[in-house]
């Protein structure tokens, strides 16, 4: 299976919005209401910060969203802080067959 | 709050066997409601998904490495472990044992990672 494919560098300055796109295929974002997004500052753990698409953990800011139209999903953060520069990766379910599960390779963003 | 630890050797030679252990506090292992999973990450790279443990045993991998991987689980210690054989330098990573929700698939609570090296 595949990597999900995100684009490798965003960014945005402090206030504004960006979004960081996670492309798969009909057999993992495109069949599933299973994608996650994780946050991961240098050297520390990623961090759940979307399930479900669009759903929040207890704890991360609104001003973090997801979306999801076909194959690709979306990540969006608002009101963009420096605290958000970081590497952000997106994650499906990628089918039955193997219960498998897959990343996207990963999006740096940087706070200008 | 519930914490996840990893543990093992820092340093594997080459063709043998890397070995890691993640033990959990702070909730049961034996919880019905998560899976326990293995999560690596090369320097500078992305993340790759190892496989995954329920408290009842049955496991789950990613293909690409299946034909390596055995992750186990100790309930009476409240561990799940990995090994990985006949590794190459291309296992070196950052690896991380994460808590799966079940029928969920996203990754709520990590270890802080161990870096594991194939080098002679």
């Known amino acids: 299976q595949s990597a999900l494919t995100q684009p490798a560098s965003v960014s945005g300055s402090p206030g504004q919005s960006i979004t960081i796109s996670c492309t798969g295929t009909s057999s993992d974002v495109g069949s599933y209401n299973l994608v996650s997004w994780y946050q991961q500052h240098p050297g520390k753990a990623p961090k759940l910060m979307i399930y479900?698409?669009?759903k929040r953990p207890s704890g991360v800011s609104n001003r973090f969203s997801g979306s999801k139209s076909g194959n690709t999903a979306s990540l969006t953060i608002s009101g963009l802080q420096a605290e958000d520069e970081a590497d952000y990766y997106c994650?499906?379910?990628?089918?039955?067959?193997?219960?498998?599960?897959?990343f996207g390779g990963g999006t740096k963003l940087t706070v200008l | 709050q519930v914490q996840l630890q990893e543990s093992g050797p820092g340093l594997v030679k080459p063709s043998q066997t890397l070995s890691l252990t993640c033990t959990v506090s702070g909730g049961s292992i034996s919880s019905g409601s998560y899976y326990w999973s293995w999560i690596r990450q090369p320097a500078g790279k992305g993340l790759e998904w190892i496989g995954r443990i329920y408290t009842s045993g049955s496991t789950n991998y990613n293909p690409s490495l299946k034909s390596r991987v055995t992750i186990s689980v100790d309930t009476s210690k409240n561990q799940f472990s990995l090994k990985l054989s006949s590794v190459t330098a291309a296992d070196t990573a950052v690896y991380y044992c994460?808590?799966?929700?079940?029928?969920?698939?996203?990754?709520?609570?990590w270890g802080q990672g161990t870096l594991v090296t194939v080098s002679s």
């Open positions: 994460a808590r799966e929700r079940v029928r969920l698939v996203h990754f709520d609570y």
């Open positions: 994650c499906s379910y990628a089918g039955s067959s193997t219960f498998e599960v897959v």
């Open positions: 479900e698409v669009s």
